[in-house]
């Protein structure tokens, strides 16, 4: 079994940065593809970004390419992802997922997941 839980979300204003972490335990961490994903009011859960099991390989969603980055130092168990210039839209909830890679990017789900944390920003 595998236990995700988010922290770093809060309220924030416009062009500012947030971190997310999502820390792992249960299985070995190695052992999955990571993924960042967000789902705000009314709207369906939209994939934000993932990194494979030892970090060479990251996919972001195309909108979110340059102000976002995902991060997965592994003696930490723990997954990152760095906010920068922040806009209203990208309000939401953000979960963390864990899954095989093509799980988290070509299908859009996980094996597990964690409860979200909450990311508001203001105008």
């Known amino acids: 079994q595998v236990q995700l839980i988010e922290s770093g979300g809060g309220l924030v204003q416009a062009g500012g940065s947030l971190r997310l972490s999502c820390a792992q335990s249960?299985?070995?961490?190695?052992?999955?593809?990571m993924g960042w994903f967000r789902q705000a009011p009314g709207k369906e859960r939209e994939f934000v970004a993932a990194?494979?099991?030892?970090?060479?390989?990251?996919y972001y969603a195309d909108s979110l390419k340059g102000r976002f980055t995902i991060s997965r130092p592994n003696a930490k168990n723990t997954v990152y992802l760095q906010m920068n210039s922040l806009k209203p839209e990208d309000a939401a909830v953000y979960y963390c997922?864990?899954?095989?890679?093509?799980?988290?990017?070509?299908?859009?789900?996980?094996?597990?997941w964690g409860q979200g944390t909450q990311v508001t920003v203001s105008s």
């Open positions: 997922a864990a899954g095989a890679w093509n799980t988290i990017v070509e299908q859009n789900q996980g094996d597990y």
């Open positions: 249960g299985r070995t961490f190695t052992s999955y593809t």
């Open positions: 990194i494979n099991w030892n970090g060479a390989s990251t």
